[in-house]
């Protein structure tokens, strides 16, 4: 049984009586011999606690922790109030999964019903689920809920993130749906093209606002063309930019998505990370996953339950437009927290920060020949383009202590800046650029 069982000698020898053998060989003796392991295998000793941590903390050392970033694609430092990691820390709130046996669950299903409404709040949205992996796999299940009979084609933008487009890419293989990607001109999705691509078959469009260029979509425009075609229109967003820009709501989306990282969640090293979904009350039958509710019981108190669960998804899987069955339960706590903490105004001060600074750096970068490209009015993230090297840069602030941009494939350099971002950094940056030649 070796070491790593919590159970004493003595403790499993009464358990082998108990069930009728008087050792552990005895207890494998109907499997045959040669296929047994002879001897012992060939593995290093155990460790002592210490030499345990001693050697976590050698690996942990060859980590680079950068106090100074302007990343973003995808994944953002934000400024993460206390409060969410001393909530989030506590034992009875410990899980990654919605429990089974839910009722008897009601704080965990508080939390996530909280969670929901906030969500809600924020894109104003009707319905929200109880969360799905990620940003990337909750565009996906968003452009599955939209397929119809016979409307089974998506139109994705190609100015949508990587990740997020071969997610779509590799759903709508698994759906037998037909993908079509809506080309991107000058850093933005081409709508022009969209109208006079969208048919009859069309099931869903699918816009991500702000965009992977940082740039901000003509979001009202795509909803329309969509809308005429009898088509859904599938909104992907960053959740900090809501404190700036309107809603999807307000964009006319059916469904709205995205990565919830900014709200309270770390960096990590790539996650675990959340996806939220939201919809129009008319599409809320359609939400995958888990979507937990407020009822009352037969003496008149508040309960939470898990409802309107898809049948499908347990008795007749191939009828189920999705699989998903679980939740980031533990990052949508961290997500609820966060929202509490900051409210309204403390998103709003947030996105507004971000904003400024990415428009102060971006002017900056311009004076000493880093040309932003982003030709659209754009969130907090812009590409640049330089006689530089990328790569000579982005070195030459890493020997400072300083995660750059995002290299791009065609050389440029994708920028970010979060309310984390002091103008001193960004000064800094710029001089060590300015010595860049």
């Known amino acids: 049984m070796g070491s790593y069982v919590p159970n004493t000698r003595e403790e499993q020898k009464a358990m082998l009586n108990e069930i009728g053998f008087s050792s552990m060989e005895d207890l494998f003796i109907h499997i045959p011999d040669e296929v047994k392991v002879k001897g012992t295998l060939d593995l290093p000793e155990g460790m002592s606690e210490l030499e345990v941590r001693r050697r976590m903390q050698q690996m942990a050392a060859k980590n680079t922790v950068f106090p100074t970033i302007f990343r973003g694609a995808g994944a ?16 009875n709130l410990m899980t990654a999964y919605t429990p089974y046996q839910a009722e008897i669950s009601q704080g965990i299903l508080q939390s996530i019903y909280e969670y929901q409404t906030m969500i809600c709040d924020l894109t104003g949205m009707d319905a929200s689920n ?5 940003g990337a796999s909750a565009a996906a299940e968003g452009v599955a809920m939209c397929r119809e009979r016979k409307r089974k084609k998506a139109f994705v933008s190609a100015a949508a993130p990587p990740y997020v487009l071969e997610t779509v890419r590799t759903y709508c293989f698994g759906n037998e749906m037909e993908l079509e990607v809506i080309p991107e001109a000058d850093g933005v999705t081409d709508l022009s093209w969209l109208e006079e691509h969208i ?11 702000p965009n992977y260029y940082g740039n901000l979509e003509d979001a009202a425009k795509a909803g329309e063309i969509a809308h005429s075609a009898g088509a859904r229109y599938v909104m992907g967003v960053n959740p900090i930019s809501l404190g700036v820009l309107k809603t999807p709501r307000e964009y006319g989306a059916d469904v709205a998505v995205g990565e919830g990282q900014p709200l309270g969640l770390m960096l990590g090293f790539g996650g675990p990370y959340l996806g939220f979904m939201t919809c129009v009350e008319g599409m809320t039958r359609k939400l995958p996953g888990r979507i937990v509710g407020e009822t009352k019981d037969s003496n008149g108190n508040t309960g939470y339950v898990l409802t309107l669960q898809a049948r499908e998804q347990h008795i007749r899987r191939e009828k189920a437009s999705s699989n998903i069955c679980s939740n980031q339960a533990l990052c949508a706590l961290g997500v609820g927290v966060y929202l509490a903490a900051m409210g309204k105004e403390g998103i709003q001060k947030a996105a ?31 590409v640049t383009s330089s006689n530089v090297p990328a790569q000579r840069a982005l070195e030459a602030l890493e020997k400072e202590g300083i995660l750059g941009g995002y290299p791009l494939a065609d050389g440029n350099i994708l920028w970010c800046c979060t309310e984390m971002n002091a103008k001193e950094d960004i000064d800094r940056v710029i001089r060590i650029l300015k010595e860049v030649q």
């Not at 990691?85 to 506590?90: D, G, I, L």
């Not at 109880?130 to 990620?134: F, L, P, R, T």
């Not at 009859?200 to 991500?208: D, E, G, L, P």
């Not at 600074?357 to 754009?378: P, V």
């Open 199 to 209: 048919d009859a078959q069309t099931a869903c469009v699918y816009i991500q606002h």
């Open 76 to 91: 953002y430092r934000h400024f993460i109030p206390a409060i969410v990691k001393s909530v989030t820390s506590k034992e």
């Open 352 to 382: 507004r920060q971000c904003m400024s600074k990415a428009h102060y750096m971006a002017a900056e970068l311009d004076a000493i020949g880093y040309k932003t490209l982003n030709k659209a009015e754009f969130f907090h993230e812009f």
């Open 130 to 134: 109880a969360s799905v992996y990620d």
